[in-house]
């Protein structure tokens, strides 16, 4: 064969191989929002139905010991968009302190990655909806968007789930009608209050005997019908093949007894599955054992994307098995919900933990008088150090830190070396 004809072909197979690669990387972005890690079916609740993620998840790589580093909406969404954590992009709560400008936090935000913008450099198209913090979605990048946000998000972006999908099929047949690979942001405001769901489900979970939780158990499984919702769609266009999934959620939910385990450090308030979906790439399986972040979230669809990841990420690529396999500890910093200064966010610390296969240790820290602890959040414990054995004891029941005192040093030292303000 004439060899500028062979290489040609061969330059043309390429090509073809490369489309069919880029063709893989759409990829959606589903973040639950103050949903307890166990309530779903596939992780176990007796009485929560989930069928559509408990599809999702059956079809994915499933880490059951997913982690928010944060564990309020506002700075947990912050990281997973932009891959650092709180005291690195400057948002450790939901709002400034009353009376102070918010316009600091957008400033320091917009200097952070994000990972719409570093998508587009691949010709992604990038559609925002639900709830996002940053007054506009343009700020990190987004192509499309449901409009300005205001505080966690407007009248408008947080209808999504609620009212209508139809904004994400609009953006997924404009993106086909463009030939272009896409990132959808779907962060709904649910199961999140107000709790307003359909009676049909509400009425499904008082005749079960919920005792009091029927509208939240009928919020998670009204959740779970609009990711069915979204996955038909994909399917309907046949894009399910194409489309990489990831799904976490941004903080716990429920009590605790003396305050609400959401801004806490304890397991209930930070954990979380993780979930990703990548058809023909990745094969099933569940992780029970290895640790996963919400700062892992931006590496991991960069790296199947094929962008480069910023330097300045702490995070791995969920999908780099053996990364994930060396991994023997995540690090959590705990805020108030206000914010006092931007340059300084230990001002709102109220805890650091580090979390390994075994051990939980917690130190907490007083913040700054000027930030009120709302009433929601757990209340500071007399014990300032606390040491859990999470395989025995996953509901942080039993402080074991004065009985394991070298231990506490030495995890503490590895706390410290994470950050030390």
Same mark, same amino acid.
């Given at each position: ?9 061969? @330059? ?140 966690? &998000? ?70 779970? !019908? ?25 903080? &716990? ?13 304890? !397991? ?13 790439? @990745? ?24 962008? !480069?990841?910023?330097? !300045? @990420? ?108």
């Amino acid at each position: 064969m004439n060899p500028y004809r062979l290489f040609t072909l061969l @330059l043309l197979c390429a090509c073809g191989a490369f489309a069919k690669q880029t063709e893989l990387l759409n990829i959606v972005m589903i973040l639950s929002d103050d949903q307890a890690y166990a309530d779903y079916s596939f992780m176990g609740h007796t009485l929560i139905d989930t069928p559509r993620i408990d599809k999702l998840a059956s079809e994915s790589v499933v880490y059951e010991r997913g982690y928010v580093a944060t564990s309020v909406c506002g700075p947990s969404i912050t990281t997973i968009i932009t891959g650092l954590y709180s005291h690195q992009n400057g948002q450790t709560g939901n709002d400034p302190l009353s009376g102070i400008s918010r316009k600091p936090w957008i400033e320091k935000f917009k200097e952070c990655p994000q990972v719409p913008a570093l998508l587009a450099s691949k010709g992604y198209l990038s559609l925002q909806t639900g709830k996002y913090w940053h007054a506009d979605p343009k700020n990190s990048g987004f192509t499309h968007d449901m409009g300005p946000t205001l505080r966690h &998000g407007s009248e408008y972006s947080l209808s999504i789930g609620r009212e209508t999908m139809q904004p994400i099929y609009d953006f997924i047949d404009e993106a086909q009608s463009q030939n272009k690979p896409f990132l959808i942001w779907y962060a709904p405001f649910m199961p999140h209050t107000p709790h307003t769901p359909p009676k049909r489900l509400e009425d499904k979970y008082q005749a079960l005997g919920a005792k009091g939780q029927s509208k939240y158990y009928a919020m998670c499984e009204w959740f779970d !019908e609009t990711c069915g919702q979204l996955l038909d769609y994909l399917d309907q266009k046949k894009l399910t093949d194409k489309t990489m999934i990831v799904y976490i959620c941004d903080n &716990g939910w429920g009590s605790m007894g003396r305050g609400s385990v959401k801004a806490s450090p304890h !397991e209930q308030g930070v954990r979380t599955p993780i979930m990703i979906k990548w058809p023909g790439k @990745l094969s099933p399986q569940v992780d029970k054992e290895n640790l996963a972040s919400n700062i892992d979230i931006v590496p991991t669809i960069l790296a199947a994307a094929g962008v !480069e990841i910023p330097k !300045e @990420l702490p995070g791995i690529d969920l999908l780099d098995f053996n990364a994930v396999n060396n991994r023997d500890s995540i690090f959590l910093g705990c805020f108030t919900h206000d914010m006092l200064d931007v340059n300084r966010p230990e001002a709102g610390l109220r805890a650091r933990s580090y979390v390994g296969k075994k051990w939980k240790l917690t130190v907490w820290s007083t913040p700054d008088p000027k930030l009120d602890l709302k009433g929601w959040q757990k209340p500071t414990p007399e014990d300032k150090i606390e040491l859990f054995d999470l395989k025995n004891d996953p509901m942080q029941k039993k402080n074991l830190a004065n009985q394991n005192p070298e231990k506490v040093s030495k995890l503490k030292k590895e706390i410290d070396a994470w950050w030390n303000p």
